[in-house]
T-cell receptor
Framework: AQTVTQSQPEMSVQEAETVTLSCTYD???????LFWYKQPPSRQMILVIR??????QNATENRFSVNFQKAAKSFSLKISDSQLGDTAMYFC??????????????FGTGTLLAVQP | SAVISQKPSRDICQRGTSLTIQCQVD?????MFWYRQQPGQSLTLIAT?????????ESGFVIDKFPISRPNLTFSTLTVSNMSPEDSSIYLC??????????FGDGTRLSIL
């Protein structure tokens, strides 16, 4: 069975600074997807970034980038130039690749990020 | 990306009663998922709902407690039956649009008195 671990329950960063959120996972699968979702107080789950395991290049979306280390089963999220609107709970998630069919997401326990003015 | 409308957004219910949550998508999707997020916790998958077939439940969740309907490719309902305070959670539906990863509805915050 797959598991996702986020070892940082809470983190804090100053506005405009950079912060890195950690995520590790355990799987015997070779083909899978990894995601970071953001959940602000409004509780909506918002996709931040995703990474296909077969791609060696780290995904980037504007101020958000990942450091994907497949051998180490590590998938950290870096937020550059942090903004007050980045304050939210961040969830790391794993999804097994199923030949194009959709599969369920397995979530970590989350990291609560507070951006301080 | 898909637009998901989930109703109600919140409700307060008496123990022993049942509540049905609706999830409407603006495009046809094959699979819909129902998740539960208990207070201060992560999301846990309840079941996967395919159109025209029985929902597939995860370990720890049963159809009698969480019956699901999926009458067409744009709509699903989740019923929380015989509610107790332990059912107080946020319930979220999600879909996978034809091109893209899972998208979530805004969730239903359910409180049981």
């Amino acid at each position: 069975a797959q598991t996702v671990t986020q070892s940082q329950p809470e983190m804090s960063v100053q506005e405009a600074e950079t912060v890195t959120l950690s995520c590790t996972y355990d799987t015997s699968e070779s083909n899978y997807y990894l995601f970071w979702y953001k959940q602000p107080p409004s509780r909506q789950m918002i996709l931040v970034i995703r990474q296909e395991a077969y791609k060696q290049q780290n995904a980037t979306e504007n101020r958000f980038s990942v450091n994907f280390q497949k051998a180490a089963k590590s998938f950290s999220l870096k937020i550059s130039d942090s903004q007050l609107g980045d304050t939210a709970m961040y969830f790391c998630a794993f999804m097994k690749h199923n030949g194009g069919a959709t599969n369920k997401l397995i979530f970590g326990t989350g990291t609560l990020l507070a951006v301080q003015p | 990306s898909a637009v998901i409308s989930q109703k109600p957004s919140r409700d307060i219910c008496q123990r022993g009663t049942s509540l049905t949550i609706q999830c409407q998508v603006d495009s046809q999707v094959t699979m819909m998922f129902w998740y539960r997020q208990q207070p201060g916790q992560s999301l846990t998958l309840i079941a996967t709902a395919n159109q025209g077939s029985e929902a597939t439940y995860e370990s720890g969740f049963v159809i009698d407690k969480f019956p699901i309907s999926r009458p067409n490719l744009t709509f699903s309902t989740l019923t929380v039956s015989n509610m107790s305070p332990e059912d107080s959670s946020i319930y979220l539906c999600s879909v996978v649009p034809p091109a893209g990863p899972q998208h979530f509805g805004d969730g239903t915050r359910l409180s049981i008195l």
